[in-house]
């Protein structure tokens, strides 16, 4: 074939790779392949799925260590390159799954991403930022929350932020594919005025049409190998085309449906429109395989899942000439996904029990499942499918992908479904058992189940299928039957489609209405912002305050303030300890008991006979205690992977063993002058008080204005997408736990004018109250999202409700019924907010 | 067809034993051993009669927080659960037998609404289980001082017979422990709705991907712990003469520790039913022997502190790559300590 056609580089190359090979476990995902990348120039690089492309590129960025082969930056030899070193060296990577931070507004994105020098403190930093996202055309408002984002916009802040950086070689991973017509042209002449000043940009492609237009000098893969490198205009189609295909399958195929053409429709799909794909329509006979093919991510699985009944769609499908509706298809529809991991089958259970889990009925004898029925019935399907396991009993994870994706179909069969709908059957599949998956195939299908394959193997579908729609970003761009399934003609279609992406709102027309309606978009912005449930706190709290205060004047006495005062003090610097925690999408159930055993440990040495030295010792005592509890939390989860629960639970557990160590019974009472100087007021309130308010004002402006905010939030809201952009997900979160536990120790010297003495005893039910407070703030118990200042009314609501039984008189059934209520009030309230905001539908619970 | 003319068929055994319960029943069994080595009299009939009811009744709260941690949940509304059903078999009657059954109906009917509650708003609305649960638990605990005013009320002697007694010298409540040990197990084994219950906690993606209602299963977890808590409180009344209004707050903490002692991850899967009741009893004679010691509570609680730790890090630590980590000669410091 052609071999490589390049003159020799007139500059030093920006990107040069030589000889480089990988293998994952055996399967050698490249072997020998040499890439240049010289500067100033846009190289495609093509290929098929699977080809190569990706591998190449995570090797240049530093994510996966190649076996052999030498990297060159710049013309210096880097011996080890790791992201870091890849960024360092102005290599930026956009991803095909951008790595934003969904919490955190569009602002905080660009923050916790770039370097401090390109988004300075100051007046210019708006400016700046603004600028970067006009650069790509992205029209949002940057205290808008990524969450509400769309696909494509998302995608355009992750292009944003990469050429902030100014890098000196831009890799694009399928850029164009969630973008609509508008963006694309947009993204062109961005690439093209970034090469201009001398920048190399990396295009990973699958579109032909996206090479003719953009890059200078196209590089094709194939199998993992380099097929050739050359000038764009030097080609022709023709000719990348058949660079592209030919791969070698070594499988064998069952012979193809041979009944007569007019036979009976026994499936057929008209003008199916929904969430990823549109206006589709297949039909087949009775014994024809349907193929779907097309480029990974194209409609053909959201397809697959509308018929399986898992999306809604519009348009009609027809089984047996009768209609059937999305909930019909839930129920008898057998579906097998690509993601045999995570979708398609249970991991944790067993052969068994995966079979069984959808024909359960069937081994039904009263009400009861029999064993011997359901016994029978899995070992005939097993063992006529031939699968292969150690025994019924063995946990599916340990079968090989072909058994594993046999015992799906055996699944399938056992439901006796009215259609088969399988996404890429033999991914991750060895030769032999491939065959054997199209024979069942065809025996499903011949047998008169009709049988929907999704594959990006082409050369798959040529040899299963009787019929073939080929999809391009949803959209069905060819229909093809008999003689016409060829790989040569599916991929050409697919590849030069230049169809646009449905569904897809990436460039909002709003931005004139914004500024016009400029006032109900702050509105709705505020609502969907963190501050809304302080506000609404706040407004609750002044009603039952003037409530209060109509049924008792001695409300607002001074006496009444102050204790209240006082004690939202106390569990006000727990709650805020537990507010970091849950920002990190964990939880502390240790406060209450460290809470406890921190005044224990002060009651030996803040005694009434104490001299200044001892005082202050004990305070550091306390304070080096709180700082190993929350290491030791943060070691249990991080590094040991504890769940947040069991560790903090086991530290909960061992920290009331050693409160009851130290003081068996409540015992040395604490400094009273201590205690008289930490209660000081000023007029009825508190200087404690004061000193928490500060603290609330200091954490909150930190959690918005500083990296440390930034981070926290960004690995509680995600930590793969926080990995990714350089946040240390380890070091921020234990540092996390040894903030909440710091910050309980100021709680402690509270709880310890209060009680006193050194009781073992006491501090435990903080533990509630404090997650209590925190979730009436607002903050999320899945992490990244929620204020410290919410926390703090949260606790003045709680400690007021309390208080108020006693003003109204009424007994303690009160105080549990108006905390339940108030609880489930704002987590119903918080929730359903929440889920408008979120409209996307996600399948995962 | 591949090399044989028919390939060999699959078997399943009739018995399988999880990691956790041979932890759990290993450990159990050596503690015995210690116990009746160090500490004699933690052995004697007379102490394994006074623990087994208590044990008894953990253990059936356990399976109750099982069935919620198996779908990924928390129960958090266990104390208002066990003590309203505590509240409502003492005070309804007040000494009088003949009003026991209707005590006792009307303690599975708040349960029912108490998890119905919970499995709402965590399997419909999507509530965080933590919170939901914990609001529930602050209603509860309104109806348990609603109904008693927090004044403890002496067991009926009907009550006091059932859940305290002994027939064949077995306290009745092992009985009951054994009894809603089988059901559970059967009910998720071997029904319809049991299997699938089990599959939806292993992996709700995978469920849903074949079609299974998962949120009517995660829901429904909370339901069915709900009314084994009630079962545990009408029990914990029998066997208590005069249960306090707050009888069911030592039981939050100690039912998930048998349940993550029993090997059932609190990230949700498989649920170990067999394993969580012999936790239950490990944690009851760890108790007893400890205390038979002589040593202080503290250490009780440090030595409960220990055996969680080592019980859940059994099970979560990958140990296989940690050795690879610990070889590696460069490993990077794991953390500074200030």
Redesign the interface.
Known sequence: MNMPTTEAPAAVATLSMTGISKSFGGAAALTDVSLEVLPGEVHALLGENGAGKSTLMNVATGTIRPDRGIIAIGGEVVDVLDPREATRRGIAFVHQHPAVLPDMTVLENLLVALPASILPRGASRLDVAHELLATVGLKVHLSDRVETLSVAQKHLLEIAKALAVKPSLLVLDEPTAPLGQDSVDMLFALVRDFVAQGTSVVYITHRLAEVRELADRVTVLRDGRLRATAIVDEISDRELLSLIVGRQLDSTFPPKFDGPREGATSFAATGLTGPGFNEVSISAQRGEIIGVAGVVGNGQSDLLRAL???ASFDGAVEIEGRAVTGKEL??R?A?L?ADRL????????S???NA???A??RF?SG???S?KRE?GM??DT??SL????A???APVSSLSGGNQQKVMMA?ALLSEPVLILADEPTQGVDVGARA?IYGILREVSAAGIPVIVASSDAKELEGLCDTVIVMSRGHVVDTLRGAEITEERMIHSAVSSTTRTVNVDDVRNDGADERAAGRRASVRRFLQGDYAPPVLLAIVMLALGAFIFAQNDRYLGDFNISSMLLLTSALGFIAMGQTIALLTGG?DLSVGPLVGFLVVVGSFFILNESPTTSILLGFAAMLAAS?VVG?VN???IR?????A???T??????L???????R?TAEGFINSEVSRAITTKLGPVPIAFIVLVLVVIGLEVALRRTPWGWRLRAAGSDEESARRVGVEVNRTV?LGYVATSALTFLGAIMLMTQIGVGD?AQGVAYT?SS??AV?LGGTS??GGRGTFVGTLFGSMLLIQVLNATVFLRL???????L??????AA??LY??AR?KRRRRAT??? | ??DTS??R??????V?ISKGLLTVAISLVVLVVVSAILAPSSVSPGAVLGMLPFAAVLAIVGLGQMLVVQQ?G?D?SVPGGVSLAVVLVTHMPNENDALLVPAVLAAFAWAIGAGLLNGF?VGR????P???T?????????????IS??IPRTTTRLLASIGGGQTLGIPHAVLFALGALILVS?LVK???AG??F??VG???????????R??TH?GAAYVWSQLLFATAGILLAGITNQPTAFQGNTYL?TS??VV?LGGT???G??GFPVATVVAALFLSQLDQFVLALGV???????????A??IG??IY???WAALRQRFARASAPA??A??
Request: aromatic share 6%; proline share 4%.
């Open positions: 399986a009944g898992l839930l129920a529809a579906y996904p995570s979708e398609g089958l249970m991991m944790r259970l052969v068994r029990e069984a889990v959808s359960l009925r039904r009400l009861l499942i064993r016994l899995l070992g097993l063992g031939s699968v292969k396991a025994s019924l009993d699944r054997e939880i700082i290491l943060g070691a249990l590094y040991v992977k504890f769940t629960i069991a560790a639970l086991t530290v909960y557990i061992a009331q063993g050693l409160s009851f160590l130290l068996p234990v073992p509630l997650i209590t979730v118990l899945l007994d303690q059934m009160w105080q549990y019924i905390q339940g209520v108030l609880i489930l987590a119903i929730a359903i889920s399948a995962r619970p | 067809m591949a028919m390939p068929s699959l078997t399943s055994a009739r399988s990924g928390i958090l708003m609305l999507g509530l965080n933590i919170i939901a914990l609001g529930t638990n602050a209603l509860l605990f309104g109806a348990v001082l609603g005013g927090g059967i071997r029904t319809v299997r699938r089990e599959a292993a992996s709700p993606a995978a469920a849903r991907a074949t079609g299974l998962y949120r995660q903490l998930v520790a993550v991850s609190l990230l899967g498989r202080p509570f503290a250490v009780r609680t440090l030595v409960q502190a220990a969680l730790a859940v890090a979560t630590v990958n794991a953390i300590t200030p």
